[in-house]
């Protein structure tokens, strides 16, 4: 069975620039949620999508936004790169996360964002 | 909301020594941790969890604690081996979202 996947695995951009990762969850599964992980540090929660809809997000400013599409995959977009947005970016999937019992997550390897 | 904080940044473990890796979270109200294994270039990879009626529960290789008293979580890795070097990080689950550590460095020396 396929993992999660991500595209693309490297990126560079600069200042002011915008710029979309895409997220394929594992097959079977409704819930996306992403994650940034900045250079030696811990994940930090960016969003959560399941069935099409935002469930929840994280500490992050406005130009973070994303979407997920009827087939469950999902897109990031970041608008307005600054140099503190290069980090990896992490998505990961689940089976439904509306219920109390958390339902693993299980992660992609990754886009890696440079901001020149 | 919560914070989650690691007790040590690195750790240097001789192969086939026990490790010890510890967190520490913040909300009392967590009830689910989660403790993850990232290796280069990976994405984090399940461990072990555990819910907060439990203070213990054994893996393969691996046993978490959770001590609610003091807020504090450990993972402990028996007989560490070569490929356990990696990055761990521990996870708490509340209002539908996970929190991490910053994560430890495990490496280990042959």
């Known amino acids: 069975e396929a993992g999660v996947t991500q595209s693309p695995t490297h990126l560079i951009k600069t200042r002011g620039q915008q710029v979309t990762l895409r997220c394929s969850p594992i097959s079977g599964h409704t819930s996306v949620y992403w994650y940034q992980q900045a250079l030696g540090l811990g994940l930090q929660f960016l969003l959560w999508?399941?069935?099409?809809?935002?469930?929840n997000r994280g500490n992050f400013p406005p130009r973070f936004s994303g979407r997920q599409f009827p087939n469950y995959s999902s897109e990031l977009n970041v608008n307005a790169l600054e140099l503190e947005d290069s980090a990896l970016y992490l998505c990961a999937s689940s089976s439904t996360g509306l219920f109390f019992l958390y339902n693993e997550q299980f992660f992609g390897p990754g886009t890696r964002l440079t901001v020149l | 909301g919560e914070s989650v904080g690691l007790h040590l940044p690195t750790l240097s473990v001789q192969e086939g020594d026990n490790s010890i890796i510890n967190c520490a979270y913040s909300n009392s109200a967590s009830d689910y941790f989660i403790w993850y294994k990232q290796e280069s270039g990976k994405g984090p990879q399940f461990i072990i969890d555990?819910?907060?009626?439990?203070d213990k529960r054994q893996g393969q290789r691996v046993t978490v604690l959770l001590n609610k008293t003091v807020k504090h979580l450990s993972l402990q890795i028996a007989a560490t081996q070569p490929g356990d070097s990696a990055v761990y990080f521990c996870a708490v689950f509340n209002d539908y979202k996970l929190s991490f550590g910053a994560g430890t460095t495990v490496t280990v020396r042959a």
């Open positions: 555990i819910r907060s009626n439990m």
């Open positions: 999508y399941d069935e099409g809809e935002e469930r």
